[in-house]
Nanobody, 117 residues
Framework: QVQLVESGGGLVQPGGSLRVSCAAS????????MSWVRQAPAKGLEWVSF????????YTADSVKGRFTSSRDNDKNTLYLQMNNLKPEDTAPYYC??????????WGKGTLVTVSS
């Protein structure tokens, strides 16, 4: 069955960096686009970053543009989100999601990123 398992979250100071990962299994990872989404406390779900199946195209939300970057290693079935210059408003659980033609069809359980001094 399809599994998406995030890791790498934690506590980081403002201005710091963190890389979260998503290990995928149960499907042909290299055949799907993937995204990261987050849900900050008391806020709605926010799409953060998209990467196409081959990794040649990425898109990021305006709120994180220039600070966050998605990448992937299709040989390792792993998706990454590099987060730099983190701000307190970036605090949220981060979810790895699989994209399909109809939208998101699978979610991971999330990894919590907390930005605080």
């Amino acid at each position: 069955q399809v599994q998406l398992v995030e890791s790498g979250g934690g506590l980081v100071q403002p201005g710091g960096s963190l890389r979260v990962s998503c290990a995928a299994s149960g499907f042909f990872f290299g055949g799907y686009s993937m995204s990261w989404v987050r849900q900050a406390p008391a806020k709605g779900l926010e799409w953060v970053s998209f990467i196409n199946s081959g990794g040649s195209a990425t898109y990021t939300a305006d709120s994180v543009k220039g600070r966050f970057t998605s990448s992937r290693d299709n040989d390792k079935n792993t998706l990454y989100l590099q987060m730099n210059n983190l701000k307190p408003e970036d605090t949220a659980p981060y979810y790895c999601v699989r994209e399909n033609y109809d939208g998101i069809d699978y979610w991971g359980k999330g990894t919590l990123v907390t930005v605080s001094s």
